[in-house]
């Protein structure tokens, strides 16, 4: 028998398959890890089995054996394995680093494995049992081994014990215990035990599904397919989630359910424990690296069918899958930053696929990217607009802050959501306000009339910069002077803007001394639970008044928030980035939903750009007619999805070599690619928007090219170019449409 291996190396010549004899004695199957020589100094290295097979291509006499087998079951699927090949040939990497994705990290060198135990185990019958303690007494009763004596009675009790246990029992037992095991009194046996044994929660009645819900759930069951399900909040989708999920297990088959982020979604994970139970895996990076192992492997063995995580849960271990669910699928998290840059949808795309998986992906606000896919019936809509139960989705109300600033009010609160505080306040009832920042949001605004900088060519705010003392465009580096007065209205009013969430908690302090206020943002959360401490606190009534980040924009479902306060829309609408209207409706429409849950509410939302038509839309809870309006923004600039960013960053210790680096690449893209030149929307290099990071320079290749039917062989040939490019002191990597472009 031979095994073709793929050995755990990054290097683009080992990307490719090896082959190894299989000794007898060595039992194994595809999926399994093991340890094979590799090299002409035969160096062990850890391979994964991708294939097995009775001949072998390799024409040599001198084949190599594998050592040895890393576990005794499959670490990967066949459809693991094929889902590695495709991303391989996607993204441009390789087999070892796409497989790496599919287990934990510390499994790799055998840094993490089985939690092992020892156990006792009393298995003498009633006689055996009055012999054994016979033989530690004395003739005439007496005790001849007391501690034995004591131990085997406790035995008696309980049967089986942890040494761990029996220790805590009887403390200074061990010497007693191994005399006893020694006598074939007791036996002492290794077991696996899991780090995080899953509590085993009350299980809950199922709801009766409403028509929307039973509609929804029935058209994604009747038939293998991929499908946008866009509900508004409060539509119930977890409910036709765990419908769908439970529909796949009577079938035998497993399904992923990924999440923008576990420790912001506890009620969705708590909800599918209660309902579903022992079958579920829950998969993030906030586990132990044991738990993280412990999950993984119940999945790989079978003994878990369903998995709750965030974006890396797509890489499972689960067979026969039947569906995989995203939800949230607008969040940005479901891109990773690491290389390979994949996204979950792609992923998600490849493996249902792979196993003729459905594939739903979820949202009250989706993506324009996932909704355009929807209008060329790629994805099918299945669609929930109304709230359960007929409540009504809340009423906004706009508030426009250059009136405030005309009336004197120099406060972040204006006349309006004071007011509205103050009544929640004084119902009882619980108000949640609402920052957003992302980075570096220092755009530059007249706080007169709400005028604010563009780039004349990007459709996209300038950045200040203070060390430059100027604007700049991140999308295609051009600068501004920073002006003394507004272009639009002629007043000093042009200021760089910016709100942190800090400072909306000393003012809200300050203005409602006597109500109890938690924060929720970067800073208070860093801990390992320390998410649910907050939610916890809050949901328990422990706090009138949580402030945050988009952090609490999310899935949160609080019955006694009457009031959601955006305090400045402006900090989202403004951030560099072409997505920001996109992204500033959707947080508008994902914080609107947090309130009136239950009873009505209220959300009050302060921005100095008032007509924007993202918070007019928002305002509306109308989904459809901002695609449209940003469909038509989007055409216009030529901005994705009618056309691809490709960006290059060089970074390096050395300023010259990242310099000479960036103009070596320049310069032979070129003339690699003279033939298409001309038709680029866009090719810029020179010093990144930040030029230094940590010590590190940074330059950049910024390009933009039409999404047409010549995209797929650019990117192409992009890669073939990229491989003949490498660099001394300096590393780059390649982003395509960056979410961020500092
Ligand atoms: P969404 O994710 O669409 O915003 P959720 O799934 O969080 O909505 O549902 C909102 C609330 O309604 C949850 O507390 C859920 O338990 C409850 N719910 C959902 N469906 C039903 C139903 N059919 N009957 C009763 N309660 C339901
Ligand atoms: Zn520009």
Request: hydrophobic content about 40%; proline content about 3%; charged content about 25%.
């Amino acid at each position: 028998m031979y095994a073709k291996v793929i050995i755990d190396i990054i290097h683009s010549e080992v990307d490719r398959v090896f082959e190894y004899k299989v000794p007898d004695d060595i039992t194994l199957d595809v999926g399994f890890r093991v340890h094979v020589p590799f090299g002409r100094a035969n160096t062990l290295r850890e391979g994964y089995v991708i294939g097995l097979s009775v001949k072998c291509d390799y024409q040599g006499d001198d084949i190599k054996s594998i050592t040895k087998v890393l576990s005794d079951f499959a670490a990967f699927t066949t459809g693991q394995i094929k889902l590695a090949g495709i991303m391989r040939r996607y993204y441009h990497t390789t087999l070892a680093l796409a497989l790496r994705l599919m287990f934990p990290a510390e499994m790799r060198g055998g840094r993490i494995g089985d939690k092992l135990e020892r156990e006792l185990v009393l298995s003498l019958d009633d006689e055996a049992f009055e012999q054994a303690m016979r033989s530690l007494m004395t003739a005439n009763g007496k005790p001849k081994a007391p501690k034995q004596l004591e131990i085997l009675k406790t035995m008696r009790q309980y049967g089986v014990l942890k040494t761990a246990a029996l220790e805590e029992l009887i403390p200074g037992s061990a010497s007693s215990r191994d005399a006893l095991v020694k006598k074939g009194l007791l036996e002492m046996r290794t077991v696996e035990t899991l780090r995080n044994p899953r509590k085993t929660a009350e299980r809950e009645e199922d709801f009766d599904l409403t028509e929307d819900q039973l509609n929804a759930a029935n058209t994604i069951l009747s038939a293998t397919g991929k499908y946008l399900l866009h509900g508004v909040t409060g539509s119930g989708k977890t409910e036709v989630y765990i419908h769908i999920v439970r529909d796949c297990l009577k079938r035998g088959k497993s399904a992923i359910v990924l999440v923008p982020e576990i420790s912001l979604t506890p009620q969705l994970v708590a909800m599918f424990e209660r309902r579903i139970g022992q079958e579920i895996a829950v998969y993030h990076s906030t586990l132990t690296a044991g738990e993280r192992y412990d999950e993984w492997k119940r999945m790989a063995t079978g003994h878990a069918k369903v998995v709750i995580g965030a974006r890396s849960a797509i890489f499972a271990p689960l067979k026969d899958i039947g569906v995989i669910i995203i939800d949230e699928e607008h969040e940005s998290s479901y891109k990773s930053d690491m290389h390979p840059k994949y996204t979950a949808h792609e992923v998600a795309r490849m493996r249902a696929n792979i196993e003729n998986a459905s594939l739903v992906l979820a949202s009250a606000t989706p993506s324009v990217e996932s909704y355009i896919k929807a209008k060329n019936n790629i994805y099918q809509l299945v669609q929930m607009p109304k709230r359960l139960f007929g409540l009504k989705l809340p009423d906004v109300e706009i508030v426009d802050m250059r009136d405030e600033v005309v009336r004197g009010n120099r406060t972040i609160f204006s006349g309006l959501l004071y007011s509205e505080i103050s009544q929640a306040l004084e119902n009882h009832r619980q108000v949640m306000l609402f920052i957003n920042r992302r980075g570096y949001s220092t755009f530059v605004m007249c706080r007169g009339c709400g005028y604010v900088e563009y780039c004349d060519r990007c459709e996209v705010t300038m950045t200040y910069h203070a060390n430059r003392g100027s604007l700049m465009c991140h999308y295609c580096g051009r600068t501004k002077r920073l002006r003394d007065v507004c272009p639009a209205c002629g007043k000093p009013y042009l200021k760089h803007y910016g709100i942190g969430t800090q400072q909306v908690e000393e003012q809200t302090k300050a203005r409602f001394p006597n109500a109890r206020v938690l924060r929720m943002d970067l800073d208070t959360t860093r801990g390992k639970d320390a998410h649910l401490k907050i939610y916890e606190q809050f949901k328990n009534g422990e706090a009138d008044i949580l402030i945050g980040t988009q952090m609490i924009a999310k899935g949160l479902d609080f019955a006694r928030v009457s009031l959601v306060g955006v305090v400045a829309a402006d900090n989202s609408l403004f951030i560099p980035d072409y997505r920001s209207p996109e992204k500033t409706f959707e947080l508008l429409e994902q914080v609107a939903g947090r309130a009136g849950r239950k009873d009505p509410g209220k959300v009050v939302v302060q921005t100095y750009s008032p007509d924007h038509y993202a918070i007019d839309f928002a305002k509306k809870h109308d989904f459809e007619g901002f695609f449209e309006e940003e469909m038509n923004v989007r055409r216009t600039a030529l901005l994705p999805p009618y056309s691809v960013f490709f960006r290059f960053v060089f970074t390096g210790k050395k300023e010259n070599a990242v310099r000479d680096a960036c103009l070596d690449f320049e310069k032979g893209f070129r003339e690699a690619f003279s033939d298409v030149f001309d038709n680029l929307l866009l090719f810029d290099y020179g010093e990144a928007p930040i030029k230094k990071i940590q010590g590190h320079t940074r330059w950049q290749v910024l390009i933009k090219v039409l999404n047409d039917s010549n995209l797929a062989q650019f990117r192409k040939r992009l890669y073939i170019y990229t491989d003949t490019k490498q660099y001394k002191d300096c590393a780059y990597g390649m982003e395509i449409n960056p979410q961020s472009m500092i």
